[in-house]
């Protein structure tokens, strides 16, 4: 036996290979033994058998790789085994070994499938290559199974993931029809497959794309110069619902390559078989870029445009207007009323309230204007071409007329008002700064004049502007400075014919402009909220009067304190006054707060809580500049209130019937409820007559006396002669 043979015989010893079982059947033993002893020293594994039977039941476990098979055997022959394995499909691979020499018998053989034959005696090295060369095909051809099969499954992996993409993946023919297209484009467009293999691209395109398109999909290039992420709307199949903004239209993001079937990429007319694209859908980008870009330009709250779109559409309108010669409408506008419904409602019920506000602003404007919201409780308008002066006026008018209407919010009755300032190009300014800036110098404007209307914008308005800034600034330091004095003017009792109170007025000793009455800088305190500390001052000053004048043995007077209405709200208003009063020993009678019927309906139920703590105090309640305001009687029963006071100007006018009957019924109806009545502001002799003809005996103004500096006012208290001097 040859010692020498390869010890890795069919390359049964590599590490891919398997090991395979030969079996060997003869029914002469020695060569069966000898057979055994071969395949053994070449390292193989090996059964043998004499028996037919039993060769067919090795073969039929599956398990042999190869069979050695001797042809001319007892009750089964060779032939027989082979056909054996041929029926029933046996993997196994054979070479006969057999005495038989004939031509026939080995055609026969090879017919069956074997995959050599050798004849006896046979040379050991020609059964060793044979066996060798038997189990490397066998190798081979197991790896090809197994390298088919694993193809197999990497194709249906990659087709699972091209269908499962998140993105439409395609191929075009080079007429640019489908020839592919994965399943994506189901749920995406609403097509199958099937309708659109062999439809050319454009069928998807959505018609403004098309230009775009052209390049994409008829790309012919390929690696880095290829088309990279365009963006293009793919049109959706009829009424396929996606979730995009825009129902029909789908944007999506592609990306595309040329194809070629010869594999190095040459852009070569002859080989460019189509393109290979991807296409992404962005929805949900286009989604977030929209909120992002709309948020940049719109006011959160009222969905209107914010100062940024105003700036844009503003400037677009100037340069128009240059261009046509025409005018540009800014208008400013600030809500009158609206801190109190924010303050007294909450924020919620306050931005309801400026979302219908901007809502019914919108309603009396045309599709051309622009409405935007720049604060608070600031809307501006852009009237883009306009002539002249009419066209905003109009808009003005209509809004103020619409914003009159109440406003229903939550349950809630609101009502509000707004101020009005006007500008416009090229007149008023030739740029977007100075136009807002003299809309608003405009709209402040006819806030100082009492709110609720509109104003155009005129040169003067600057002074007029800064002067109030300083005046502002000014009356900061006054306090502390010490510019402010009370004066007091008399009330007087016509029965008693004395001096029965002094109402404290306020002035300010300004360094450089004099002596300044309150009409000038009251309403700017209390805008400012510079009024609560000179409010404050204001009381502490009148009981320091009272105070002296006590230790001057002077009890039987008070002093008539006017209220803002904002003090009505200053959490510590009552204890200041009552610890004032207590450190001087003093009487809660001897005071008496003037209040304006306005100032108690801003904030009616506050109103009737402090008015009844100052009244349970012994302090004397007065309703000023009575039947010029609200006048709602209903009020008056609520209101601890001691004194009507009634206002100047029915007694200025007194003469005429209609403010003669206004006064007559103020005096009966203050009769009927038990309320003392004054007037005010009476100047004449006539005035007086009349006045106490019709039982009013308070009063007070110029025809006793001026407003005093205290030591003046309290002579005439001491002055026993001075009221008849009066009235003779
Ligand atoms: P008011 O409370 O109605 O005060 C009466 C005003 O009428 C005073 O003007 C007074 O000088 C003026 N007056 C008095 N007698 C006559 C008269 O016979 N004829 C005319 N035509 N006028 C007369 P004044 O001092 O300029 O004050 C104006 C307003 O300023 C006051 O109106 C009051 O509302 C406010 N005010 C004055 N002092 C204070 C204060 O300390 N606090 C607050 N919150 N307001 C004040
Ligand atoms: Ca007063
Ligand atoms: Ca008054």
Known sequence: MPRNKPQNIGNQETDCSRRETILVVDDDLLHLHSLRTLMEQAGLTVITTDHGETALEHLNSGNIGLLLLDLNMPR?????????IITHKIDTSIIVVSGETSFEAAEDALRHGAYDYIRKPYSIDNLLNSV?????????????????KKLQESEKLHRYIVNKSPDIVYML???????????????????????????????????????????TFNERRTGKRSSVNIELRLVCKDNHNIKHFDTRLLPIEISAVGIYNNQSGAQDNHKFIGTYGIAR???????????????????????????SLLKDRLNQAISQARRNDHKVAVMFLDLDRFKVVNDTLGHMIGDELLRSVGQRLQSCLRDCDTLARIGGDEFTILLPEVHDHSSATEVAKKIIRNLKKPFIVEGHECFISTSIGIAHYPDDGSNMETLIKNADMAMYSIKGEGKDGYHFYDKNMQEEFSAHMNLENDMRRALNNDQFVLYFQPQIDINQKKIVAFEALIRWQHPEKGFILPSEFISLAEETGIIQPIGSWVISQCIQQLAEWKKRGIYNTRIAVNLSACQLKQDNLIETIQTQLAAHGLDGSQLEIEITE?????????????????????????????????????????????TLKIDKSFIRDIHLDEDLSIIKAIITMAEGLGIDVISEGVETMAQLQQLVHLNCFNVQGFLFSRPLPAAEAIKLFDNSSWYDEVIN
């Not at 060798?132 to 088919?148: C, T, V, Y």
């Not at 004397?620 to 209101?639: H, N, Q, R």
């Open 76 to 84: 089964i022959s060779g032939s027989k085994i082979m056909d054996h």
């Open 132 to 148: 060798d060369n038997a189990l490397k095909k066998r190798q081979l051809e197991f790896d090809n199974k197994l390298m088919q």
């Open 173 to 215: 023919d080079t007429e640019g029809r489908f020839t592919f297209v994965n399943k994506r484009v189901e749920t995406l467009l609403g097509y199958s497959k099937n309708e659109l293999i062999g439809q050319h691209y454009s069928k998807l395109i959505y018609a403004d794309d098309n230009q775009k398109a052209r390049f």
């Open 281 to 307: 859908d962005v929805t949900d980008r286009k989604i977030a870029e929209e909120t992002i870009r709309f948020q940049a330009y719109h006011d959160l709250l009222t969905s209107l445009p914010n100062r």
């Open 598 to 642: 306005n100032v108690i309906m801003k904030d009616i139920e506050n109103g009737i809580r402090v008015l009844n703590q100052l009244h349970n105090m012994g302090i004397k309640i007065a309703i000023d500049d009575f039947g010029t305001g609200y006048s709602s009687l209903l009020y008056l029963k609520k209101l601890p209130i001691d």
